[in-house]
């Protein structure tokens, strides 16, 4: 049990360190960052929108392929979600034929619980992640069409930019989520596994977070 959970918390502080990292290269590169780049792909999306009177329905059809992107995510969290619950009756059999040098029955059940807890934990921010996107995809809806239409509405440039800036965000923190699922699946099968697989996910993020 101790190696597991050196193996975590090995798994948890280079994830840390990775995004420390990205951080510090963003500040000195603002370029570097996708993400960066993506908030300014949208800034002009908007500002295209609200410029050019004829693009109401390619504004409409754009916010709606994301919110029913992000619709399907979130039905495909609480699927997971169910799937996982569903495994939480045959933990304590699993944990003791994965493991049988156990010293303790009850302690091997113990951990493999709380690896379980942690995969559940993972899929349930996916959710709340991709539910919020939905929230904020559906704002911009109405918020574009008021932007220059109707000065009295109040609704400005800057506040449709941060609403659509927030639901790309919530939408890459759920994208994330099932990411960082993958290493906690393969915890199951040893900590040296989860290790692996955080070093090798770690790579693939520094690869997709870099401005193209």
């Known amino acids: 049990m101790p190696i597991d959970l050196l193996a975590f918390a090995a798994s948890s502080s280079l994830i840390l360190l990775y995004y420390l990292f990205l951080r510090w290269r963003t500040r000195r590169d603002p370029d570097f960052s996708v993400h960066r780049f993506n908030r300014k792909m949208r800034e002009a999306w908007v500002d295209m929108v609200a410029k050019n009177g004829k ?17 399907f995510m979130a039905s495909t969290s609480v699927l997971l979600i169910i799937g996982t619950l569903n495994l939480s009756d045959k933990i304590e059999k699993w944990a003791y034929a994965w493991q049988p040098g156990m010293a303790a029955e009850s302690m091997a059940g113990e951990l493999w619980l709380i690896k379980l807890g942690l995969l559940l934990f993972d899929f349930f921010i996916a959710f709340y992640c991709f539910t919020m996107a939905i929230r904020y995809f559906n704002h911009v809806g109405y918020m574009i069409n008021l932007l220059g239409g109707s000065p009295e509405a109040g609704v400005s440039y800057q506040q449709v930019c941060a609403y ?13 989520s099932f990411f960082f699922s993958l290493p906690l699946v393969l915890w199951f099968f040893g900590p040296y596994s989860l290790v692996l697989a955080t070093w090798i996910l770690i790579a693939a993020f520094y690869k997709l977070d870099r401005a193209p």
């Open 55 to 71: 693009m109401d329905i390619l504004a409409v059809q754009t916010l709606r392929n994301s919110v029913m992107a992000a619709n």
């Open 164 to 176: 659509l800036n927030r639901a790309g965000a919530y939408y890459t923190y759920g994208t994330r």
